[in-house]
């Protein structure tokens, strides 16, 4: 762990108050120097020789790196105190003591696979496709296909077919062609080259896919899939970046693992009936595809976008690269640290490592810079900062959340989680920026927050359903049911008792738990804090009995068993053991008592008010037993095989 923050002011641009950083943080801090980088370089050999160290600095971070090695020393960590704070407004000595405990934290690494490209590439196109392809064709193993044979080229460097693509599945390094209309480059003999016969549904594989056709692109969320290349084929500069870039996608490289997928705990669907398709719904990629009672996760071409963990109700997909629970630890850290340093009234701004760390990067090089109360928050995936971590913001001591949203943001995902949160938090303290300015997002900032909350702060501890539970209680103290809007996780189940028979389909499929029964009454019981509005219950109800509320209640009883339902139990007319409920062998003995073969006399419709074991023994006994087979036939005896004896 860092334990040791090597300081600079950048040359006396920035105001570095040691004491309050070391006080407030709990790290120990050197002295202020003014160039670091340059002639106090042999400051920066003594502290990284020490070992532990860590440099308030980002942009020389390839300076420091570079020393470190010559050195033989570990690299030291480093954090941004410039940009993010010392060149901001107001009292930034408590935002730099919070940043600098931030990045001693010590988070878990995400996981990771090898992805292994051997160089083979299709290229799809015409013209613009042959002359890429005489340029790739001595780095990889090229293939070009053209939809006519009026294209095909006398150059043999590269191999190159006709046809039409049908689907392309996979990602770098594992790519599934389909091709239909496919024909073969016959090489021998003078003039044009011959081709074999057409063929449709020719399958083929390939490790980078090229894609200079100028039509619709081939896969779904074509800058989010690894390894498939797509640019203007009319657009000289971008066909010459593409080639680039796909000539650099040879090779061993690293493939996190995004996400996490618990199959015991997903709410897709139970007994072939549909429930959440929450995932389904916003993954850009078509990673997720249904794979029966749960999802399936393709993590090749998974982009780590995060909404489907925001939206998983139930917590079956979570974030992992890093876990969901360092951004508890993180919120926290940042809000304690900051509050014990003295400051005040503190804001947090969420943004992405491209679009959000550049444009705070220049809003403080060349304007204002971020007030002293604005703390940002950088996360890797910006559409899977939901609800529960926003409502984790606030109740840690934040009094309002802003979320510089990035252009290659889902929108839609992160404005529906940001109403939620709204809604569980009792007030608008919520906020979306689609700024493009730096100078506008820090005027913006310097502005009163639009709808400030406070609380007393809480620890953010557990999953993201309790999490967001604990914030929810923590920010509306007096409040016992929130009304949530439509396709939020959490509500209640209402049950229209005319309608419902207790037949519990709905407790037999409800993935979660929240409905069950009473295996000594006729009861239908539900608990509301475990229920994910999934809406299995509803679609399968035979009588239409149950519908959806969209709710939070902060009340305890949300954690416990209701009764919604229940009857008084029937008692068999034989034995009086309880069996079903008064209602329903009521109804059953009217639809069947004297108007079916098997109950028409009145003895038969009796069994119908019998438990089953004395049903049993009535049919048993009945003249018209079903159980009944032939007589017995007699017990054949030593005297009737002796009268059959001539000699006897």
Not at 491 to 503: I, R
Not at 614 to 634: L, M
Request: charged share 20%; aromatic share 4%; with cysteine.
């Amino acid at each position: 762990m860092a334990r040791h923050l090597i300081l600079c002011n950048c040359a006396g641009s920035q105001n570095v108050d040691a004491d309050a950083i070391a006080n407030g943080s709990g790290l120990t801090c050197s002295k202020v120097h003014t160039a670091l980088c340059t002639t106090q370089i042999a400051a920066a050999e003594a502290a990284l020789g020490q070992g532990d160290a860590m440099i308030a600095c980002q942009q020389e971070r390839q300076t420091f790196e570079e020393l470190a090695a010559a050195l033989n020393v570990d690299a030291p960590g480093f954090v941004d105190l410039r940009d993010r704070a010392g060149w901001g407004t107001g009292d930034v000595a408590p935002k730099m003591a919070a940043l600098a405990a931030e990045a001693a934290l010590v988070l878990p690494m995400g996981k990771s696979v090898d992805v292994v490209s051997e160089g083979t590439c299709l290229i799809v196109g015409g013209a613009a496709a042959l002359a890429a392809a005489g340029a790739l064709c001595d780095v990889l193993a090229v293939t070009v296909l053209v939809p006519s044979a009026d294209l095909i080229p006398v150059d043999r460097r590269f191999d190159c077919v006709v046809g039409q693509v049908r689907t392309i599945s996979g990602a770098l390094g594992g790519f599934t062609v389909k091709l239909d209309a496919f024909q073969q480059v016959m090489p021998g003999g003078r003039g044009a080259f011959g081709l074999g016969a057409p063929q449709d549904g020719a399958v083929s594989g390939c490790d980078v896919v090229l894609d200079l056709s100028g039509n619709t692109a081939l896969v779904q969320a074509p800058h989010k899939r690894e390894g498939y290349v797509r640019a203007d084929p009319t657009h000289p500069p971008s066909i010459a970046a593409a080639v680039l870039e796909a000539s650099q996608l040879i090779g061993t490289f690293e493939k996190p693992l995004y996400v996490r997928l618990e199959p015991t705990l997903c709410a897709h669907s139970r007994a072939e009936q549909p429930a959440c398709s929450n995932c389904l719904n916003v993954c850009p990629t078509g990673a997720i595809t249904s794979a029966g009672e749960h999802v399936a996760i393709d993590p090749m071409i998974c982009a780590g976008c995060g909404s489907c963990s925001a939206v998983c109700p139930s917590g079956a997909i979570s974030y992992d690269a890093p876990p969901v629970e360092t951004v508890f630890k993180r919120l926290a850290t940042l809000a304690a640290t900051y509050r014990k340093a003295g400051g005040m009234h503190a804001r947090l701004l969420v943004h992405d490592a491209e679009h959000g760390r550049e444009m705070i990067a220049l809003g403080a090089r060349f304007g204002v810079g971020l007030p002293g109360h604005v703390i940002p928050l950088e996360v890797d995936a910006l559409s899977g900062f939901g609800h529960a971590e926003m409502l984790a913001a606030l109740a840690c001591g934040f009094e309002h959340v802003d979320v510089l949203m990035s252009p290659k943001t889902e929108p839609d995902v992160i404005e529906a989680q940001a109403e939620l949160a709204m809604a569980m938090a009792g007030g608008q303290a919520v906020r979306l920026l689609h700024v493009a300015d730096p100078d506008a997002l820090c005027t913006t900032l310097a502005e009163d927050a639009p709808a400030p909350i406070t609380c007393a702060p809480v620890l953010p501890l557990g999953s993201r359903r309790q999490v967001a539970r604990l914030s929810a209680k923590a920010l509306q103290p007096g409040a016992e049911v929130v009304a949530l809007p439509q396709g939020a996780p959490y509500g209640a189940v209402l049950v229209d008792k005319d309608a419902c028979t207790l037949c519990l389909s709905c407790v037999s499929l409800c993935p979660s738990g929240a409905l069950g029964d009473n295996a000594d009454l006729p009861q239908l019981r539900f608990q509301e804090d475990a229920c994910l509005q999934c809406g299995l219950c509803s679609t399968i109800c035979p009588e239409q009995a149950i519908t959806l509320q969209p709710q939070m209640d902060l009340t305890d009883a949300a954690l416990g068993q209701r009764v919604l339902n229940e009857e008084e139990p029937f008692a068999c007319i034989e034995c009086g053991s309880l069996f079903g409920s008064k209602s329903t062998i009521a109804r059953i003995t009217e639809k069947l008592a004297g108007k079916h073969a098997m109950f028409a006399t009145s003895d038969a419709a009796k069994m119908i008010q019998m438990c089953e074991n004395c049903r049993i023994q009535a049919q048993y006994h009945s003249e018209n037993n079903p159980f009944q087979g032939r007589d017995r036939p007699r017990v054949r005896t030593s005297d009737d095989y002796f009268a059959k004896r001539k000699d006897h």
